[in-house]
């Protein structure tokens, strides 16, 4: 402070012009920390429903019209965002708390799930080129930036740059992620697998996850087998899709008795 007291008018006013000009560079890579604000036009409070989704993921007072008959307030394991279009429960969902369990960088006001350690997750879409597309370019990581030969990710999505850690690209398919570590607050790397329903049922089957989100309806054949990968870790499924395929399996497991909340017969 004494040194920024002896600066000239004209010292502060160009520290003041840098000072802005490294917020405004930084901003883009951290675009985590613009969702759900404390006040503004975008503030928490004027996305109830959002909040009600994450909350039910962690320990809770049962939410009226969501959580079934006798729920105790535990844990959600399996949480479906069932939406219309343009609502963003790609981006301001399921994509953000992904985003949150990977990082570790859990808002103080967050009331849902919270991991303490890294994870290992799934993402998936309907299609590889959705997944790329939606999915991996405008929800998590920005698009493609080459550094010379080496090819990485400009880190412009809700995954902090700083925090993209080795990627494995998926072969056969341009552009598309296999795998990719991230760093953790926990210490250690948490690691995401980008895969697609078209990929089949197969794609599915390995090791213990600690979280799936699937972004679009799966079919019940890989809901089931990725419910499976998360029995060893008792991982979280994230969905959130608008349901074009009607009262399908997998939208009736979610509702009791096969209605939506308030559904009355006439």
Known sequence: MPKLLKLSPQ???????RLRE??????PFRRLYTLYPDRGPFRRELYPKHQAFFCAGGTHEPIPDWCPEGCDGSPH?????????????TFGMGGYELALHLTGRYPDWWKGYRFDRPIEAWAAGKTNETTRDIIQKETL???IKWNGRIKGLAGTG?????????????????DLIDSVQIKSRFGGWSELGLKSYEQGRGSFEGTAKDVFWGDEEPPLAIYTEASMRLMTKRGLTILTFTPLEGMSEVVQAF???GRLPGEVDF
């Open 158 to 174: 809700l995954i902090p740059r700083e925090d993209i850690g080795q990627i494995t690209w998926k072969r056969g398919i341009p």
């Open 77 to 89: 394991r399996e949480r479906l965002a069932l939406c219309a279009n343009r609502v963003g429960k």
């Open 255 to 257: 509702l009791p008795g």
């Open 141 to 143: 990581f920005g698009p």
């Open 11 to 17: 010292g502060r006013q160009l520290l003041i012009q």
């Open 22 to 27: 490294n917020v405004a560079r930084a901003e």
